[in-house]
């Protein structure tokens, strides 16, 4: 085959494409785009319940949390100091 004829073959090949492409595009532009659907934007509401069930959620996590802070908190001779504070730092928030 040759290479000039297979270049011309070529050729005629994309302007047959680009008139059916053409075609296609106008087509589109005439129907018209589909709206987007829109989503909800922004945070969520949550009902009485769900609320209620988060605060119970949240008070028994910061309950646990105090727990094991007081469990852990260093003892000295002058009390149990802050929670959650090395020794030094409760005595400096004595002084302040």
Do not use: C
Not at 34 to 61: C, H, L, Q, T, W
């Amino acid at each position: 085959m040759d290479v000039y004829k297979a270049l011309s073959e070529l050729y005629a090949e994309k302007k047959r494409l680009d008139v059916v492409i053409s075609a296609l595009e106008n087509r589109v532009s005439v129907i018209g785009k589909p709206d987007k659907v829109r989503g909800r934007r922004g945070r969520r509401s949550m009902s009485a319940d769900e609320r209620e069930e988060v605060s119970r959620r949240m008070s028994r996590y910061w309950a646990s949390r105090r727990a094991r802070t007081l469990d852990s908190a260093p003892q000295d001779s002058r009390g149990s100091g802050v929670p959650g504070f090395p020794v030094s730092a409760s005595h400096a928030l004595e002084l302040v």
